[in-house]
């Protein structure tokens, strides 16, 4: 008994240690985490919900006017009857409130589909968000290990009696400070891979190896086909366009409405003594558009309609605008990150190594490595914030425009 027990317990263990192994492992592109949030982040499963809703209204639309039974007894002749009536449409009119109906349900898709836009921006930034964080501690990793050896360094010239003690306090004092910036950038990784299993709908600590770095910036697109296919799917240009659409669609409602239904009715009196036992009975009716024919909400829905237009043509201009000005500060962000990458950073880093190599030898004294140190920590800095910065700026652009365009 007691060896079945150690035996489920190592296997136990195995499994564990082996789900562990392969959370480890997990590897996320770009690519699978936008799916990942497609299909499973909640408030694009809310949203969806409401398509239910625009289905119901559908169905509403389908349905015909009901029947009516009428009973009567009466003192006069003839004492009883009873008749049931139909009203007959004409015109169209079923057929223009379904497609009233499903134009309104194409609103409400759009709607979602710029929720799916939102997720998608929200999620490709949480994801480089998360990719800065993994550099930044890296990064932070290498500047304690830096101070590390510039302490190691000058212990050993204090050992020699080349320097003070004072030059060991302050280069112990950078060993410090880096620690506690690298604990700090630890923590703030976890908060984005928080973040970004939020939007995958993930479990908090997932962890996930990453398979684009920072430093892959996103392709380039031309100014005029980013302004075309903004046109082509814009948000806004798609959501005027659609609200043309509902409203033609009313008002052909609307002119179907002028034409009268027509009320039939059939029934048998009963009891009419000295006349007849059972007679048939037949009415029908129709109102008369003679005041009423919808008038004012024609022309209300005619008024809306300019508007709608004007707005269309307003909405057009401010989007071009937009992707101009976006365009712009995209290829502004992208040429400031290739400055950083070929020029500052490699510059830096060869004067932070010459410093402490001249240290080394005692041809300079600790405060030009510490200075050399926190310049190249300060240019760093700045090329993996202004790598994020492309990529956020690339997110909006992509949103702005309203389709994918890392893929075109």
């Known amino acids: ?77 003839p004492h009883e009857g009873w008749f049931v009536g139909q009203p007959f449409e004409f015109g169209g009119k079923r057929g223009r409130r379904i497609d009233v109906a499903n134009q309104e349900g194409a609103l409400t898709d759009l709607e979602i589909g710029g929720l799916e836009r939102q997720i998608r921006r929200r999620t490709r930034e949480a994801y480089f968000q998360l990719s800065f964080s993994q550099a930044e501690s890296q ?5 304690l290990e830096l101070a590390q050896r510039l302490h190691q360094i000058a212990q050993e010239r204090f050992d020699a009696g080349d320097v003070p003690q004072l030059e060991v306090i302050q280069a112990g004092l950078e060993v410090s400070r880096a620690q506690s910036d690298y604990k700090v950038a630890k923590q703030e990784e976890r908060v984005s891979l928080s973040q970004l299993n939020a939007l995958l709908n993930e479990p908090a600590m997932t962890p996930w190896q990453l398979g684009e770095a920072l430093q892959d910036l996103p392709p380039t697109v031309s100014l005029p086909e980013l302004i075309q296919l903004a046109y082509n799917s814009n948000p806004d240009l798609q959501h005027v366009a659609q609200e043309q659409k509902v409203e033609e669609s009313r008002r052909a409602l609307l002119k179907a409405e002028r034409i009268p239904n027509l009320d039939f009715e059939f029934g048998l009196d009963f009891n009419a003594p000295h006349d007849f036992r059972v007679g048939p009975r037949g009415q029908l009716s129709l109102v008369l558009p003679l005041f009423t024919r919808n008038q004012g ?9 300019r508007l709608l237009d004007a707005q269309e043509a307003a909405t057009k201009r401010s989007v071009a605008a937009q992707v101009e000005t976006a365009y712009y500060d995209l290829d502004a962000r992208r040429t400031q990150a290739e400055t950083y990458r070929e020029s500052l950073v490699p510059v830096a880093q060869q004067l932070e190594s010459l410093a402490e190599e001249s240290y080394r030898v005692g041809k300079a004294d600790i405060l030009m490595v510490l200075t050399a140190q926190r310049n190249v920590q300060d240019v760093e800095h700045s090329y993996l914030q202004s790598l994020l910065s492309v990529q956020s700026t690339f997110a909006g652009v992509e949103e702005l425009v309203g389709t994918p365009i890392d893929q075109k």
């Open 1 to 77: 008994m007691s060896g079945r027990v150690w035996a489920w317990a190592a296997a136990v263990v195995v499994l564990v240690c082996g789900t562990a192994m392969a959370q480890q492992t997990a590897r996320l592109s770009l690519q699978m985490a936008l799916d990942l949030a497609a299909k499973q982040n909640l408030d694009l499963i809310a949203a969806r919900a409401r398509q239910a809703v625009s289905r119901a209204g559908v169905q509403i639309a389908r349905q015909r006017p009901n029947p009516t039974f009428n009973f009567t007894a009466l003192r006069d002749e």
């Open 139 to 143: 990064r932070l990793q290498h500047v």
């Open 297 to 305: 909400e024609i022309a209300q829905s005619l008024a809306t309609q």
